[in-house]
């Protein structure tokens, strides 16, 4: 059964440091997302991405937040200067034209 | 503001217990509502969509129901299995032009062998 990875599983960085998190959505997917789940907190919606662009985005994703889909399969999401806040689970998501999302394992995100 | 909660937090039952998930949102203009599963350190797996223009939804032991009126939705399941043992998130689209999902709180399921 096709299903949305996610790469890395963990990755731990620095205080200011850049970072790219990588998804690959279900290959016939035309809608993508990105959302984030601080330790013990609710999943929280980040962005949503269709035809090549931003459709919305949360006050969460503002200029230091950024997504992309270089090429036919990937979707990425990079946080140019960490936080100690950034710190959390990041998860992927997609649909086709229907309304159920699929989400990915999520990558665990650790800022110190 | 549009919210989504879950009550309880956690629930234990034993084994082969018929058990009640429910799921209340603020706003009763809702677009669908879809129920998830997500064990600890994991991603999300869908469980059940359901869609505004429907009263309920089934999938195995898994059944959901929709109450717009009332801004409430419940999971049912049915002859509770220790692998059923989860956190379980109901999430909301509301109509219009957004995208998003709002994610209730959890509720974290322990099904005792």
């Not at chain 1, 937040?65 to 036919?72: A, I, L, Q």
């Not at chain 1, 140019?80 to 999520?106: I, N």
């Not at chain 2, 505004?52 to 032991?61: A, K, L």
Request: negative net charge.
């Amino acid at each position: 059964e096709p299903e949305v990875t996610q790469t890395p599983s963990h990755q731990v960085t620095q205080m200011g440091q850049e970072v790219i998190l990588r998804c690959v959505p279900i290959s016939n997917h035309l809608y993508f997302y990105w959302y984030r789940q601080i330790l013990g907190q609710k999943v929280e919606f980040l962005v949503s991405f269709y035809n090549n662009e931003i459709s919305e985005k949360s006050e969460i994703f503002d200029d230091q937040f950024s997504v992309e889909r270089p090429d036919g399969s990937n979707f990425t999401l990079k946080i140019r200067s960490t936080k100690l806040e950034d710190s959390a689970m990041y998860f992927c998501a997609s649909r086709f034209q229907g309304d159920e999302q699929f989400f990915g394992p999520g990558t665990r995100l650790t800022v110190l | 503001k549009q919210e989504v909660t879950q009550i309880p937090a956690a629930l234990s039952v034993p084994e082969g217990e018929n058990l009640v998930l429910n799921c209340s949102f603020t706003d009763s203009a809702i677009y669908n509502l879809q129920w998830f599963r997500q064990d600890p350190g994991k991603g999300l797996t869908s469980l059940l969509l359901i869609q505004s223009s429907q009263r309920e939804q089934t999938s195995g032991r898994l059944n959901a129901s929709l109450d717009k009126s009332s801004g409430r939705s419940t999971l049912y399941i049915a002859a509770s299995q220790p692998g059923d043992s989860a956190t379980y998130l109901c999430a909301v689209k509301y109509g219009g032009a957004t995208n998003k999902l709002i994610f209730g709180t959890g509720t974290l399921l322990a099904v005792q062998p």
